[in-house]
């Protein structure tokens, strides 16, 4: 299983940009499929959470200005970030959890991607 993040990168405030999560490995098995981010110095919390049927869910930090989304196809996961501001620099990460209820917790993730760098300056 591997999961590979990219799309990251260096904005100026008030600019928008997507990530991309390509899943590999994971055959007919469904996920829930979230997005995390990690700041120097600062624990891991979760920005958005999609479940194995399109149901979305965000932390109300991001909740307007972030939207998740998947292309089953492509085994591709997207996050759309609008807005951005200097707080949101941080390193992204994609993760998969075998959980029905696809909640925002680290304990629950069984894969992480590598992360992509995201700096609003």
């Known amino acids: 299983v591997q999961l590979v993040e990219s799309g990251g990168g260096l904005v100026r405030p008030g600019v928008s940009l997507r990530l991309s999560c390509v899943a590999s490995g994971f055959g007919d098995s469904t996920y829930c499929m979230t997005w995390w981010r990690q700041a120097p110095g600062k624990e891991r919390e979760g920005v958005a959470g999609i479940d194995s049927d399109g149901s979305t869910s965000y932390p109300s930090r991001v909740k307007g200005r972030f939207t998740t989304s998947k292309d089953n196809a492509r085994n591709t996961l997207y996050l759309q970030m609008d807005s951005l501001q200097p707080e949101d620099t941080a390193m992204y990460y994609c993760?998969?959890?075998?959980?029905?209820?696809?909640?925002?917790?680290?304990?629950?993730?069984?894969?992480w991607g590598q992360g992509t760098q995201v700096t609003v300056s």
């Open positions: 993760a998969a959890a075998d959980d029905l209820v696809c909640r925002l917790d680290p304990t629950v993730v069984n894969y």
